[in-house]
């Protein structure tokens, strides 16, 4: 079946401006997580969504940072106000839930340019 | 604090020759442990994951895991290395224990490089 899949997959954008970015979890994972990962080095985790339970934000970096799941599937993540420090691939990923041994299915990521 | 530590920034190891990509981790709780292969300009892609049993877990690519409980420690562990195998290899523990089961914490990462 179709993988987890994430759009753009490129995103250029000038420092000031808002972007939003796309994920489309595998069909009937009820988790879904947010990463970013600057230069090939580890991720951070920004935040998770677990079925209709309140999603956990812990890992947003600031108020400029959100994220909403409609209908327990397609997430997007809103950066308001962009800034340099902001760029960097951000990786969706889903798993079929988020309390047990499940591993993650990773999408390809949103590859994040601010100018 | 929960965290996962991998040691090497880069392995280096010829084509043929058996590799170990090392992780350590630290829960306050039981560990679900997994690795994550990524390619260049890809995704992270599962290898493989332990869960509970037998210490040794074998995974895709030939690849394979030995979850030290004294040591606290998921090695990632190969026979015969091959050159597709170069890529960035990350360690993630998930901790089981109540109110902390909801996130994945992942190393650093460890870039290999399988040399000709």
């Known amino acids: 079946g179709a993988g987890v899949s994430q759009s753009p997959s490129n995103k250029v954008t000038e420092k000031g401006k808002d972007v939003e970015l796309r994920c489309d979890p595998i069909?009937?994972?009820?988790?879904l997580y947010w990463y970013r990962q600057s230069l090939g080095q580890g991720l951070e985790f920004l935040i998770y969504?677990?079925?209709?339970?309140?999603?956990?934000k812990s890992g947003l970096p600031s108020d400029r940072f959100s994220a909403e799941r409609t209908g327990g599937s397609v997430s997007t993540l809103t950066i308001q106000r962009t800034q340099q420090e902001d760029s960097a691939v951000y990786l969706c990923?889903?798993?079929?839930?988020?309390?047990?041994?499940?591993?993650?299915?990773f999408g390809p990521g949103t590859r994040l340019t601010v100018t | 604090a929960q965290s996962v530590a991998q040691p090497e920034d880069q392995v280096n190891v010829a084509e043929g020759n058996p590799l170990t990509v090392k992780c350590t981790y630290s829960?306050?709780?039981?560990?679900?442990l997994f690795w994550y292969v990524q390619y260049p300009n890809r995704g992270l892609q599962f290898l493989l994951k332990?869960?509970?049993?037998?210490?040794l877990v074998k995974g895709s690519y030939g690849f394979e895991a030995e979850f030290n409980k004294s040591q606290t420690s998921f090695h990632l562990k190969k026979p015969s290395a091959l050159v597709s195998d170069s890529a960035l290899y990350f360690c993630?523990?998930?901790?089981?224990?109540?109110?902390?089961?909801?996130?994945?914490?992942f190393g650093s990462g460890t870039k290999l490089n399988v040399k000709p």
């Open positions: 969504f677990q079925g209709n339970s309140a999603p956990d």
């Open positions: 069909s009937g994972h009820t988790a």
């Open positions: 332990y869960i509970t049993g037998d210490n």
């Open positions: 990923a889903s798993s079929t839930s988020g309390t047990g041994p499940y591993e993650q299915y």
């Open positions: 829960v306050s709780g039981n560990p679900y």
């Open positions: 993630a523990v998930r901790d089981i224990g109540v109110g902390n089961f909801n996130k994945f914490y």
